[in-house]
């Protein structure tokens, strides 16, 4: 394998393109940065790289199980949102009936927030998550994983001035590529993804990258 030759200088690849080995389409579309470069010069040659790739497995993988089979594993297509991404399409309805669209997200710092309201321990531990927030003008919002009726008992108990997003049907989980709830996504002003991943434990999972969020 060559170098890649940029402003003059090489860098070898080699590194980089290990991480993709035995990944699919899947994989990388709930990556948490992969494609991220470890040196900043690579950045915009691993942008053109992603886009590159993510075309030619997603043409792979229609010619191999067809586009319904495509349409059903990506109901809202392949628009990536692992850390590093820009998000690029959000709109939800919040439990106020408040429209939420991708341009409110770009005013302020937010916090999505995936919670199973039917675990007990999984409502405490989201519900406990706002509070390392407070004073920081970081928006937060829940994104339940069950209807209106099954939601409300969550919403009597433990929201105060949050949105919460009824997802019965896991299309914002979908959309997001959200993993198991209690889960945790962090977005900068810019619709940058800083953080994304599980929060069994709050002080290991979830406080340190908040720190590092809200400073």
Do not use: W
Not at 85 to 108: C, E, M, P, R, V
Not at 203 to 212: K, L, R, S
């Amino acid at each position: 394998m060559h170098p890649l030759i940029l402003s003059g200088e090489e860098y070898y690849l080699g590194a980089f393109f290990s991480k993709f080995y035995e990944h699919n389409l899947e994989s990388l579309a709930n990556n948490t940065g992969i494609f991220t470069p470890d040196d900043d010069i690579l950045t915009k040659y691993a942008g053109a790289f992603k886009d590159g790739l993510l075309r030619a497995m997603k043409l792979s993988y229609v010619k191999v199980n067809g586009k319904s089979s495509l349409d059903e594993l990506f109901p809202n297509g392949i628009t990536l949102a692992g850390v590093g991404d820009t998000l690029k399409t959000f709109q939800a309805i919040d439990h106020l009936g408040n429209t939420i669209q991708l341009s409110d997200l770009q005013k302020q710092k937010t916090a999505i927030i995936s919670v199973d309201v039917g675990c007990g321990s999984c409502k405490q531990q989201c519900a406990s998550v706002p509070d390392l927030f407070d004073g920081t003008g970081v928006r937060v919002i829940f994104v339940s994983d069950r209807d209106e009726l099954e939601t409300t008992s969550f919403i009597k108990e433990y929201v105060r001035d949050e949105s919460v997003i009824y997802d019965d049907r896991m299309t914002i989980s979908n959309l997001l590529y959200l993993g198991e709830a209690p889960y945790l996504m962090l977005i900068s002003d810019d619709l940058k993804i800083i953080f994304k991943n599980g929060i069994s434990d709050i002080a290991t999972d979830a406080e340190p990258a908040i720190n590092d969020f809200i400073q």
